[in-house]
């Protein structure tokens, strides 16, 4: 290799290893520190070359640059969180603010389990922080019933790297020995804390009104001895909640209602149960009706193995959408997914059961379930084994009615799974 391609090679590995830094703040010296510096380099006691003259304008430079990027000590283990930005994102317009976990350690395969109680006026959505098997991260969620705030708190192991995004400022305060970085933004109506607790970080975001001072004392709550996931009980229900937040005016109503909502999916701890034969699991059987509800046609007939939405972007399962129709144009839809799908066994990526407000936990022939009235229409969703069952009536419907509704589902005797599309394309080709 010669003197050339050597040189060439060693710029382009600068060039690679310096386009992943994140880009620096623009930093303006003072005049006083520049007259401060020319000063200093006339006064020194030896000639400068032009080359150590340079030398030295790096070095300024240098100092200049590590002045302007705020690092701030955050645990005992050498890790401290730094701060980068403002940036202005291109492509969003928006000025982005980036917090960043440096000299932390490897990524730890089980990290302690903490836990936050539930906050005064709020009901626990989701709690995984005292998982089963070991994580490096858990989450805990819980919102204000009469004013549907959010409160979360998502811990993670510290790792060289770790980040934080945010579109507002965090400012550092210390409290009881830890360095907590807060902000709030009144325009997107959101307050974060983010802070370092050993070889765990935390982040706790508030979705909606709060002061400081009550921020700061859910994070002064913390009680950071590490739980016995064995001490954990089964969970009270099959489900479980997250706050979703959907603003797509084009989304199906009966999926995706728009603005704050709940969304439900079936515990984790529910498809550790699922074996490869569970009942409602069989790819080439549906389920429908023993007969078509009274006073209602089947007017359309529907396979969903592909499934296309925002949240799930081509993601093959296996199921039907059956709809009925009556002479007031009233519709009832039978939705139905198998809930891990084959041949991939622990999956857990079916559409999630949203509605507007909390559900009611049903039982529907033994079977769980969830019901919740909506404004123009009631939906009633339960497991049958390894499968989601979903009916969605337009109109009021009660709970009772719901339920015997479903009854009418014939489990018995399953009919031929739908042709997907393409299958039916093929089956009329060869014909």
């Not at 959505?125 to 819980?142: I, P």
């Not at 765990?200 to 001895?225: H, I, N, P």
């Not at 549906?286 to 007939?301: K, Q, V």
């Not at 979903?390 to 009418?408: N, P």
Request: hydrophobic fraction near 35%; include cysteine.
């Amino acid at each position: 290799m010669t003197r050339e391609e050597i040189r060439q090679a060693f710029r382009q590995a600068q060039q690679e290893e310096f386009a992943h830094v994140p880009q620096q703040p623009a930093i303006h010296a003072s005049l006083t520190f520049q007259r401060k510096m020319e000063r200093r380099i006339r006064s020194a006691p030896w000639r400068l070359s032009g080359r150590k003259k340079i030398a030295v304008a790096l070095l300024a430079a240098v100092v200049l640059a590590l002045g302007g990027c705020t690092v701030y000590q955050a645990v005992t283990n050498g890790a401290v969180i730094k701060q980068f930005g403002p940036y202005d994102n291109l492509y969003t317009g928006l000025t982005e603010y980036h917090y960043n976990v440096l000299n932390g350690n490897e990524v730890s395969e089980e990290a302690p389990r903490y836990q936050l109680a539930v906050p005064e006026g709020f009901v626990s959505l989701w709690d995984n922080s005292l998982a089963r098997e070991e994580s490096t991260f858990f989450l805990q969620q819980w919102y204000n019933p009469d004013t549907l705030d959010v409160l979360t708190l998502t811990q993670r192991s510290v790792y060289a790297g770790l980040g934080l995004m945010l579109y507002y400022p965090l400012e550092p305060i210390q409290q009881n020995g830890i360095t907590v970085f807060y902000g709030s933004s009144e325009q997107q109506n959101r307050s974060c804390a983010f802070w370092l607790y050993g070889n765990v970080s935390f982040v706790l975001e508030y979705s909606g009104q709060v002061d400081r001072e009550q921020m700061l004392d859910w994070v002064a709550q913390m009680d950071y001895t590490p739980a016995d996931p064995q001490s954990n009980p089964d969970p009270s229900s099959e489900f479980y909640v997250q706050i979703v937040d959907r603003n797509d005016p084009n989304q199906n109503r009966t999926l995706y209602p728009i603005g704050k909502g709940f969304a439900y999916r079936l515990t984790p701890e529910i498809y550790e149960q699922m074996e490869e034969e569970e009942t409602g699991r069989q790819e080439n059987i549906d389920y429908n009706f023993a007969s078509a509800p009274e006073g209602y046609t089947l007017i359309r007939t529907k396979d969903n193995t592909i499934i296309d939405s925002e949240e799930i972007s081509g993601f093959s399962t296996n199921g039907a959408e059956y709809t009925y129709q009556n002479s007031q144009g009233q519709q009832i839809v039978l939705t139905q997914y198998i809930a891990v799908p084959l041949p991939k066994p622990g999956g857990f990526y079916y559409p999630p059961i949203d509605s507007t407000k909390p559900t009611e936990e049903v039982q529907v022939s033994g079977m769980a379930g969830l019901y919740v009235q909506e404004e123009d229409y009631a939906k009633l969703v339960w497991r049958y084994g390894g499968r989601l069952m979903e009916l969605t009536c337009d109109g009021q419907m009660s709970q009772e009615e719901m339920i015997a509704l479903a009854q009418t589902v014939d489990f018995q005797n399953g009919i031929p799974a739908v042709p997907a599309p393409e299958d039916s394309e093929a089956a009329g080709a060869d014909s």
